[in-house]
């Protein structure tokens, strides 16, 4: 059997295809050092030799590991490529099936995830089968009409956090026929259930009058009724997640809160982005702590209607429990700070931020925007502006409740 010192050279050749095409081919790639690549490739070529693969996968033991290697069937460096990057080549899928895939999406967040991508609807796209993402074809310029246009869900290598887990997305068809629509009368919500953890469990809520059905007019199944179970679908975080139903018994201006905190993350990035998520998940029972950093991190730019209101909380309602949040938040962080680093193997995008920085972030960039943001937004919704400084000043029984009351003072 081949040792060290003769796979090494195949295995960084693979490892150096990989690195230009994830540059490539991947929207925003991590910033990977050469030592780093150097380091996976290292790594790597252990494992090979001693068959200590820790992909999991069920092919793994006639794969990822060199004694399995017959040369009469292939060569020692076309072995090594399919170990490294999957059978199939550089494609997602492929990728998914290789010894990186695994170290990468532990370091980095690299996943492979179906994303939304629309179909053009015009001709001259159709006949080149053009795709797009967000809600304009960057080719012709038409906008996305559901009537026309197919919406598929294409296996994609992303990075958590620049892409984000969407809506859920009703199916019309099976397998790669499928194509998608969006959830408008009927919709799914997230429901606690120990059999299904941790995946998650959805409950269909369906209007009392009318259910979804297929919008696309020249699908065969035009019009036909939702199935029994939707599927989730990754986005562009810049394109930004669309907001799942507000629940009814929420208020108007408690629902303008949740839906103005999701637009204000979702422009965020690198450690900004990991704080203000950090902090949407501590709470006065929870003291925060290094385990919650790695989960948020782990976790992506994934917030629920709750957690978005319990930032906004944090931002705004006392100011006093708000600065001794912060600070207890980064001094225990701080004590784990270089653990958090080394095992997280952090990006510079994500390190850990310092005091000075998080005060300067929240005096002014954040708490300047999501102000505005919130302002804007409540006067599309013909919300009073006193009642706007009635909750930064931290008075929101009313609101909480539901039984908000307008005020004719401005001054109050």
């Given at each position: 059997m081949p040792e060290m010192f003769d796979i090494l050279p195949h295995v960084?050749?693979?490892?150096?295809?990989?690195?230009?095409?994830?540059?490539?081919?991947?929207?925003?790639?991590?910033?990977?050092?050469?030592?780093?690549?150097?380091?996976?490739?290292?790594?790597?070529?252990?494992?090979?030799?001693?068959?200590?693969?820790?992909?999991?996968?069920?092919?793994?033991?006639?794969q990822h590991d060199l004694a399995q290697w017959d040369p009469q069937e292939r060569s020692l460096e076309s072995f090594i490529y399919r170990a490294i990057i999957g059978r199939a080549g550089l494609q997602p899928n492929s990728i998914a099936q290789g010894m990186l895939y695994p170290l990468l999406r532990e370091d980095y967040g690299l996943i492979v995830a179906k994303v939304a991508f629309k179909q053009c609807a015009r001709e001259p796209c159709m006949q080149e089968h053009r795709r797009y993402e967000g809600s304009t074809c960057p080719y012709c310029g038409q906008g996305f009409e559901p009537s026309i246009t197919l919406v598929k869900a294409i296996d994609?290598?992303?990075?958590?956090?620049?892409?984000?887990?969407?809506?859920?997305?009703?199916?019309?068809?099976?397998?790669?026929?499928a194509h998608y629509y969006d959830q408008d009368h009927c919709h799914e919500s997230l429901v606690d259930n120990p059999d299904t953890y941790p995946?998650?469990?959805?409950?269909?809520?369906?209007?009392?009058?009318?259910?979804?059905?297929?919008?696309?007019?020249?699908?065969?199944?035009?019009?036909?009724?939702?199935?029994?179970?939707?599927?989730?679908?990754?986005?562009?975080?810049?394109?930004?997640?669309?907001?799942?139903?507000?629940?009814?018994?929420?208020?108007?201006f408690v629902r303008s809160v949740v839906e103005t905190m999701r637009e204000l993350v979702t422009a965020m990035h690198g450690w900004q982005a990991v704080w203000v998520l950090f902090l949407a998940r501590v709470d006065t029972q929870t003291p925060p702590s290094a385990a919650l950093w790695e989960a948020v991190v782990a976790e992506g730019t994934t917030l629920t209607e709750a957690g978005l209101y319990t930032l906004a909380e944090h931002l705004f309602f006392d100011r006093e429990k708000r600065k001794r949040l912060h600070a207890a938040a980064l001094r225990q962080l701080t004590a784990h700070a270089d653990t958090i680093t080394r095992e997280l193997r952090l990006s510079e995008e994500l390190r850990f931020p310092t005091m000075a920085e998080v005060k300067r972030f929240e005096t002014e960039e954040l708490q300047p925007q999501a102000a505005t943001r919130i302002r804007r937004a409540f006067a599309q919704r013909g919300i009073h502006e006193d009642e706007l400084r009635r909750w930064l000043r931290g008075d929101t029984d009313q609101y909480i409740t539901g039984t908000e009351e307008h005020d004719d003072d401005p001054h109050a």
């Open positions: 960084k050749k693979a490892v150096n295809r990989l690195r230009r095409w994830l540059k490539n081919f991947v929207e925003k790639p991590p910033h990977i050092t050469s030592a780093e690549w150097w380091s996976y490739a290292r790594e790597t070529a252990i494992m090979l030799v001693e068959g200590q693969c820790r992909c999991g996968r069920a092919n793994c033991c006639s994609w290598l992303v990075i958590q956090g620049v892409y984000v887990a969407g809506p859920r997305w009703w199916a019309c068809g099976t397998g790669r026929q995946e998650p469990s959805y409950h269909v809520q369906h209007d009392a009058s009318v259910h979804d059905g297929c919008p696309v007019t020249h699908c065969p199944a035009y019009g036909q009724q939702h199935g029994l179970r939707g599927t989730t679908l990754w986005q562009r975080a810049a394109f930004g997640a669309a907001a799942p139903p507000a629940a009814a018994s929420l208020p108007p």
